[in-house]
T-cell receptor, first 113, second 110 residues
Framework: DAGITQSPRHKVTETGTPVTLRCHQT?????MYWYRQDPGHGLRLIHY???????DKGEVSDGYSVSRSKTEDFLLTLESATSSQTSVYFC????????????FGPGTRLTVT | RKEVEQDPGPFNVPEGATVAFNCTYS??????FFWYRQDCRKEPKLLMS???SGNEDGRFTAQLNRASQYISLLIRDSKLSDSATYLC???????????FGKGNQVVVIP
């Protein structure tokens, strides 16, 4: 158990509304990630962070922003949710030593209507 | 070309049988390799890292073939509880980013 929690676990929201998902970790890992998982696509990286206030884009970052003001929290914001952002969102941390395996939170199931 | 490719299956396996599947990766400079297990509607969980010499964990054996750029997973004496999707995961470069395959779905049949 890597001590990762995500909130909310489930959310239904309307198109055009802002949504923020939270990832919280208890073990002071430097690297944190946000993924989305959709049928037929597997896990795709949205954004990642390599320290407080240090973030970078992944392969599917359009329409998403992130913030990391504390080591333990990594926030993912959908500025104006669209139906194409209906997905399951996973947060992950990676260990700081080779082979840098990642551990995942339980996921947030987001539905945009 | 996708970074990691897997045949999604499903692989229907009689209980007690052996099942094996591969994945291929495109970046010859890839540095770390893993198999993750994902149960329906759950998060992926690390099953095992894959080392150059191959490694075994109980009924699970993983192999790495760098020359042909593929990774394999073999499950012996399949249990009903082995039913899951198995994700092939590769670290393509010098940073911590991982590339995920779409998974091999395994269904163990009584």
């Amino acid at each position: 158990d890597a001590g990762i929690t995500q909130s909310p676990r489930h959310k239904v929201t309307e198109t055009g509304t802002p949504v923020t998902l939270r990832c919280h970790q208890t073990e002071n890992h430097r690297y944190m990630y946000w993924y989305r998982q959709d049928p037929g696509h597997g896990l795709r990286l949205i954004h990642y962070s390599y320290g407080v206030k240090d973030t970078d884009k992944g392969e599917v970052s359009d329409g998403y922003s992130v913030s990391r003001s504390k080591t333990e929290d990594f926030l993912l914001t959908l500025e104006s949710a669209t139906s194409s952002q209906t997905s399951v969102y996973f947060c992950a941390i990676s260990l700081d030593t080779v082979p840098y395996e990642q551990y995942f939170g339980p996921g947030t199931r987001l539905t945009v209507t | 070309r996708k970074e990691v490719e897997q045949d999604p299956g499903p692989f229907n396996v009689p209980e007690g049988a052996t099942v094996a599947f591969n994945c291929t990766y495109s970046n010859s400079a890839s540095q770390s390799f893993f198999w993750y297990r994902q149960d329906c509607r759950k998060e992926p969980k690390l099953l095992m890292s894959v080392y150059s010499s191959g490694n075994e964990d109980g009924r699970f054996t993983a192999q790495l073939n760098r020359a042909s750029q593929y990774i394999s997973l073999l499950i012996r004496d399949s249990k009903l509880s082995d039913s899951a999707t198995y994700l092939c995961v590769v670290r393509p470069g010098g940073n911590n980013r991982l590339a995920f395959g779409k998974g091999n779905q395994v269904v163990v049949i009584p």
